[in-house]
């Protein structure tokens, strides 16, 4: 069983509260805009596993240490995550092609800043979008989210709200 905790899009705005939510969580994953090195450099910090890919708002360090895409399977859930890849219904192009050849059982994206979990019963799969983390972008709310994963099954999956950005 492993507790992740899940956010995107932080813009190099860290705020403690990640620290504080995801002190319990084996691993935490960034799905991209990272913003800079120090973000995945205090997440090291609280988890003992992070895995981040990068945005495209990302370069230099951040596109050196991360990858655009994480393919990996854990807890026997397959994991499919990138910045920009759409949702069910409206995967970018060749996205879902690849879901399914892959057969992955939870696609984790950022960019949109709209906090968005939903299954794909075409796929069988479960979509989640953490919405966004930082301070920069449209959203009207700052959300993380968290999630166990325990022997093909995702469960547990709790939305943190960190309040309303600050403009």
């Known amino acids: 069983m492993k507790r992740i905790g899940i956010l995107s899009d932080t813009h190099s705005c860290w705020d403690n509260r990640y620290a504080r939510h995801f002190a ?6 960034h799905a991209g805009d990272i913003g800079d090195i120090s973000i995945i450099e205090r997440l090291q910090q609280v988890a ?3 895995r981040a890919v990068c945005g495209n708002v990302d370069h230099g360090e951040v596109r050196r240490c ?7 399977e854990l807890e026997q859930v397959k994991v499919w995550m990138t910045h920009i890849a759409g949702y ?6 060749g ?11 939870l696609m984790v994206a950022g ?4 906090l968005k979990v939903m299954p794909d019963p075409q796929l069988g799969l479960l979509h989640v ?13 700052r959300t993380l989210v968290k999630l166990t994963l325990d022997s093909g ?3 547990d999956l709790d939305v943190i709200t960190l309040g309303k950005l600050i403009v």
């Open 129 to 141: 979008n953490p919405g966004a983390a930082g301070q920069q972008g449209w959203q009207k709310v």
């Open 111 to 114: 960019h949109s800043h709209i």
């Open 153 to 155: 099954n995702i469960r």
């Open 24 to 29: 319990d969580c084996d691993e935490i994953w």
């Open 66 to 72: 991360c990858p655009e895409i994480q393919q990996f």
């Open 95 to 105: 996205v879902a092609s690849l879901l399914r050849r892959e057969n992955i059982k």
């Open 48 to 50: 003992p596993t992070v």
């Open 88 to 93: 069910p219904g409206r995967y970018s192009p």
